[in-house]
């Protein structure tokens, strides 16, 4: 998983899935329009200044509202590398790693400001704010969510599974 290094962008409390990808857009599952709309209801011009590999800060609850996994699925296709936040909807929290798009619980992502550099080490759980000279630890990713990102996802590492005879 490696070390990543971005900006970040700043999003608060209770971002939830209709947030994310606007349920109008929910008439298809294909990952790549998805990703033309994520968060186009609370910041229009997102898309515009977002770079791939950007990450999204968050505060509490991110990712409540709906069990699609339209939401996890548009952040990854739109290049977001992973979400830092406080607290993740625990149906969010399992469609994420379902669908190989990392997330990170951060107890301080408040203190993350937008625009700052962040440099996320991912084997040793921690997040290192270059532009406050800053560090904050996440939950360690358990083992088994660890293999599901490796892998892309569950239905990729199903694929995986099954062609190594592991049933």
Same mark, same amino acid.
């Given at each position: 998983?490696?070390?990543?290094?971005?900006?970040?962008?700043?999003?608060?409390?209770?971002?939830?899935?209709?947030?994310?990808?606007?349920?109008?857009?929910?008439?298809?599952?294909?990952?790549?329009?998805?990703?033309?709309?994520?968060?186009?209801?609370?910041?229009?011009?997102?898309?515009?200044?977002?770079?791939?590999?950007?990450?999204?800060?968050?505060?509490?609850?991110?990712?409540? &509202?709906?069990?699609?996994?339209?939401?996890?699925?548009?952040?990854?296709?739109?290049?977001?590398?992973?979400?830092?936040?406080?607290?993740?909807?625990r149906i969010f929290y399992r469609n994420?790693?379902?669908?190989?798009?990392?997330?990170?619980?951060?107890?301080?992502? &408040?203190?993350?400001?937008?625009?700052? /550099?962040?440099?996320?080490?991912?084997?040793?759980?921690?997040?290192?704010?270059?532009?406050?000279?800053?560090q904050y630890r996440f939950k360690p990713?358990?083992?088994?969510?660890?293999?599901?990102? /490796?892998? &892309?996802?569950?239905?990729?590492?199903?694929?995986?599974?099954?062609?190594?005879?592991?049933?």
């Amino acid at each position: 998983m490696g070390v990543l290094v971005s900006r970040a962008w700043k999003f608060g409390d209770n971002i939830d899935t209709d947030v994310i990808i606007a349920a109008r857009y929910l008439n298809t599952s294909d990952p790549a329009m998805l990703a033309q709309h994520i968060m186009e209801d609370v910041r229009p011009d997102f898309l515009n200044v977002f770079q791939k590999g950007d990450i999204i800060v968050g505060g509490k609850n991110f990712g409540c &509202g709906s069990s699609r996994e339209h939401a996890p699925i548009a952040l990854k296709s739109a290049g977001v590398k992973c979400v830092i936040a406080e607290g993740f909807a625990r149906i969010f929290y399992r469609n994420a790693f379902n669908t190989g798009f990392p997330i990170l619980e951060v107890a301080q992502s &408040g203190e993350i400001q937008e625009g700052d /550099s962040l440099e996320v080490n991912m084997a040793d759980g921690i997040v290192f704010n270059k532009t406050q000279q800053k560090q904050y630890r996440f939950k360690p990713i358990p083992p088994f969510m660890q293999e599901l990102l /490796s892998a &892309g996802g569950l239905i990729d590492y199903a694929k995986l599974k099954l062609s190594q005879g592991v049933v």
